[in-house]
């Protein structure tokens, strides 16, 4: 070193802090008084290692482990000290200067206020993201605090409600009864329903608040919306009673008065291969299509050929249970989880598919919150009822569908990008059926024939309306198909139907010639009718188009199917 131990030693004399500058072999090269007294240092302690000179573990491996400047707590002779050590690394002189500051009382405050306010803030997050509101108020029911929750819930704003007195609230009719009020009375948990000045049904809960000294100093109180509960308690009977089994059988039973899925397509044949494929394993599966164009048939399909076919198939609309409701509905509760809940508590449906398939449609509406937790649910195999704190496995293979573009709502931040991935494992995309028409006449005849089987008659659609039927376009694909057949079907006043009314404001009217024939038609059952008038259209078509492109362009079909129906019906192709 240039400078001299001892004139170190005389600028280290005037720091307060006890100091060492031990070499990079661990010896001392200079101590001041402060560094002496702390360790009890021999005047000759320069040029001795560090270890000989305290038996302090804690100390020694401080200094050996640090390899970049660094400040760690420690206790040297029942005292805590921070003990800073800076690296030292130049052409002088390579070691590090350890500097001990004793930690006195007011560090220790500090810290701890330092802790407190991370601690405040991490409550206020806590309070703030709650789905149900929070309202705190001192001993004598004035209003500290409330969260953004109670807003929403309310109706009623921040400055209508804080810093003034409960009773002034009560009074002035912002609510029937305060939980707040019986627990200040009573100094004791307090929960039933309110009925807000908005006319909304609120289940809340009271608790008292206490001081470390035992001293009562207010009440927390939290409330959840259950009006949306209450209404549909008094409109939907409840299976309460069924027992597990008869629910599972209940499901087999709705299974089975399903119709069949149809392949009349190469895309739908296509779909059926790659069901028969991820059926025989559990892979979570994404259904994608639009409204009505058999999602749930494709996800029955799946259940009907996996190893849990003979197990529970249930769906669910997640667009058709309100929020308040759908967790209770999926996770089940436990008992006196919320006013009205049943004594026994209530199984949810996760439970109920244990062991088989559970179908989520429209799983874009999934509540943001709810999201979280479906999540786990995919990830553990477990689930958790309302109000309960034990985990209960399931076994449950996992289907869902929407109409909606997910990834679209991912980058919106309305859907989790891990639940994404989690159920986008295999994606199957239904085409609508403006994209294979050539499946309608078969649609056609297999809708009719259920028609007739309900109601045990025996009538039929003009084959010349068919062509009439594969020119709309279907914005509400097979669900508008169907329902606008039953509708025809009801109205036709006579067996053959020559009448069809399309579109949602029934705006295109479509109708048929009586054939010529009747005994021709008589004699003649629908499949033989539609095959022959499919002929006839083939037939026509090629003939005022001359190609067999252009005649798929202009009936909506692909170029394959016309070469593979003028085949089937002896149809003549001249083109190169």
């Known amino acids: 070193m240039n400078l001299e131990a001892g004139t170190l030693k005389e600028i280290f004399s005037v720091i307060s802090h006890a100091v060492i500058l031990i070499n990079e072999s661990d010896i001392i090269c200079v101590f001041n008084d402060a560094a002496q007294q702390l360790f009890d240092l021999p005047s ?4 001795l290692k560090i270890s000989a000179c305290t038996d302090n573990k804690n100390l020694l491996k401080l200094i050996a482990s640090a390899k970049s400047n660094s400040r760690k707590g420690i206790v040297i002779k029942g005292q805590r000290y921070n003990c800073n050590i800076i690296i030292i690394n130049n052409d ?3 070691g590090k200067m350890v500097v001990f500051s004793e930690v006195t009382e007011t560090d220790v405050i500090k810290q701890e206020l330092l802790e407190v306010r991370a601690l405040k803030e991490e409550l206020e997050t806590i309070i703030e993201n709650s789905y149900d509101y929070i309202f705190v108020t001192d001993a004598e029911g004035n209003v500290k605090k409330i969260n953004d929750a109670y807003t929403r819930i309310t109706g009623y704003k921040k400055e209508e409600i804080i810093a003034s007195n409960i009773y002034d609230l009560v009074a002035r009719g912002y609510f029937d009864r305060a939980a707040t009020i019986d627990v200040i009375e009573t100094r004791k948990t307090q929960t039933f329903t309110q009925t807000l000045k908005s006319g909304k049904t609120v289940l809340v809960t009271g608790n ?3 001081s470390e000294k035992g001293e009562f100093i207010g009440v927390v109180t939290n409330g959840r919306d259950v009006t949306e509960l209450n209404r549909l308690k008094q409109e939907v009977t409840q299976a309460k009673g069924l027992s597990q089994h008869y629910q599972k059988e209940l499901m087999r039973i709705q299974l089975d008065s399903t119709g069949d899925y149809i392949v009349a397509s190469q895309q739908m044949a296509e779909i059926e291969d790659l069901i028969k494929r991820i059926a025989r394993v559990d892979s979570t599966v994404l259904i994608n299509g639009e409204s009505g164009v058999g999602k749930e048939i494709v996800a029955r399909e799946i259940h009907r050929n996996s190893m849990r076919n003979n197990h529970p198939y249930i769906s669910i609309n997640c667009a058709a249970i309100p929020d308040n409701l759908l967790e209770s509905e999926l996770f089940g509760y436990e008992a006196g989880a919320f006013t009205g809940a049943s004594k026994n508590g209530k199984m949810g449906i996760f439970q109920l598919a244990d062991g088989g398939t559970l179908f989520l449609d429209e799983i874009g509406e999934l509540p943001f919150y709810l999201q979280a937790k479906l999540l786990r649910v995919i990830q553990e195999n477990e689930i958790q009822r309302v109000g309960g704190t034990k985990p209960i496995p399931i076994d449950v293979r996992l289907i869902t569908a929407t109409n909606r573009n997910l990834w679209k709502m991912v980058s919106e931040r309305q859907f989790r990008e891990d639940l994404y991935y989690r159920l986008n494992v295999v994606q199957v995309r239904i085409p609508p059926l403006r994209e294979r028409k050539e499946e309608i006449p078969v649609f056609v005849e297999y809708f009719i024939g259920i028609l007739n089987k309900k109601y045990k008659l025996d009538r039929h659609i003009e084959p010349e309306l068919i062509q009439g039927l594969m020119q709309y376009d279907w914005p ?28 949602p404001q029934q705006e295109m009217h479509l109708t048929g010639t009586q054939l010529n024939n009747e005994e021709e038609l008589t004699n003649m059952n629908l499949k033989d009718a539609l095959q022959k008038y499919e002929g006839k259209i083939i037939q026509k078509t090629m003939e005022e188009y001359g190609t067999t492109r252009k005649a798929a362009a202009a009936l909506g079909v692909s170029q394959a199917t016309i070469w593979r129906k003028a085949k089937q019906y002896g149809i003549h192709i001249d083109e190169e």
Do not use: H, M, W
């Open 44 to 47: 000759d302690a320069r040029d």
């Open 208 to 210: 008292p608040i206490y």
């Open 92 to 94: 002088n002189f390579k």
């Open 476 to 503: 509400g694909n097979i669900r508008e198909l169907r329902n606008t057949l039953e509708q025809a079907y009801v109205t036709s006043p006579g067996d053959l139907i020559t009448d069809i009314r399309i579109g």
